[in-house]
């Protein structure tokens, strides 16, 4: 895929790291300091610019781009980007970075998938002090990630033991008409079945080779 992400604080220099083994990243910042977070071995491109500007998101390919990911600190800044990406150039991928949670409405009205920050950290403190056994681990840590797989009949008649790769990729859950099951390993994928596994991110180009996850 061709991506967009603009803003390269934490998130956005984090993002492009994870994206960049499998995908065209380029990356835009306003200021070339925060560009410097990539590293000298980052192999995408790295572009000083505004991305409130049509001209620099020209610049950054967005007429041939897959997804625009917005990742500033600025919320209403993150609103006008995503409102220019899906209104003028009609990308129909684009995921937002949100602090405010009374903004949320304003990204499901513009078609805009949107991360809420604040609502994540909360609760990601919260288990820290509550219950620091169970998903802060995966959030935080840099060795394993959760993906999810959308069923579109490859995986029919198969069971979870069958996708499992030991070491490598573990289901966890599958979503079922909005339903979340917690499956054993003899349960059956199911068609249109969301299945929610955790993957070791050293794993995780030859995961997607053997299970055919493009």
């Given at each position: 895929?061709?991506?967009?992400?603009?803003?390269?604080?934490?998130?956005?220099?984090?993002?492009?790291?994870?994206?960049?083994?499998?995908?065209?990243?380029?990356?835009?910042?306003?200021?070339?300091?925060?560009?410097?977070?990539?590293?000298?071995n980052f192999n995408g491109i790295a572009m000083v610019g505004?991305?409130?500007?049509?001209?620099?998101?020209?610049?950054?390919?967005?007429?041939?781009?897959?997804?625009?990911?917005?990742?500033?600190?600025?919320?209403?800044?993150?609103?006008?980007?995503?409102?220019?990406?899906?209104?003028?150039?009609?990308?129909?991928?684009?995921?937002?970075?949100?602090?405010?949670?009374?903004?949320?409405?304003?990204?499901?009205?513009?078609?805009?998938?949107?991360?809420?920050?604040?609502?994540?950290?909360a609760t990601l403190i919260r288990e820290k002090i509550i219950?620091?056994?169970?998903?802060?681990?995966?959030?935080?840590?840099?060795?394993?990630?959760?993906?999810?797989?959308?069923?579109?009949?490859?995986?029919?008649?198969?069971k979870v033991k069958d996708l499992n790769i030991p070491g490598?990729?573990?289901?966890?859950?599958?979503?079922?008409?909005?339903?979340?099951?917690?499956?054993?390993?003899?349960?059956?994928?199911?068609?249109?079945?969301?299945?929610?596994?955790?993957?070791?991110?050293?794993?995780?180009?030859?995961?997607?080779?053997?299970?055919?996850?493009?």
């Amino acid at each position: 895929m061709y991506i967009i992400i603009v803003g390269c604080g934490r998130i956005g220099s984090h993002l492009a790291k994870l994206l960049q083994d499998d995908h065209n990243v380029v990356v835009v910042d306003k200021e070339e300091k925060n560009l410097q977070k990539l590293g000298e071995n980052f192999n995408g491109i790295a572009m000083v610019g505004d991305g409130v500007d049509l001209e620099i998101l020209k610049e950054a390919g967005i007429e041939k781009a897959d997804a625009l990911a917005v990742t500033t600190s600025n919320d209403n800044t993150n609103i006008v980007i995503s409102h220019i990406a899906k209104r003028i150039f009609n990308l129909s991928k684009v995921v937002s970075r949100v602090s405010d949670t009374g903004k949320d409405e304003i990204y499901r009205n513009l078609g805009v998938d949107s991360v809420n920050s604040t609502a994540i950290f909360a609760t990601l403190i919260r288990e820290k002090i509550i219950e620091s056994n169970f998903t802060t681990y995966v959030f935080e840590s840099d060795r394993v990630t959760i993906i999810e797989i959308k069923n579109n009949g490859d995986f029919v008649g198969k069971k979870v033991k069958d996708l499992n790769i030991p070491g490598d990729f573990h289901v966890v859950t599958l979503v079922r008409n909005n339903d979340a099951i917690i499956p054993d390993e003899n349960a059956d994928i199911c068609a249109d079945d969301l299945i929610v596994g955790i993957v070791r991110l050293a794993s995780l180009r030859n995961v997607k080779k053997i299970l055919g996850i493009k």
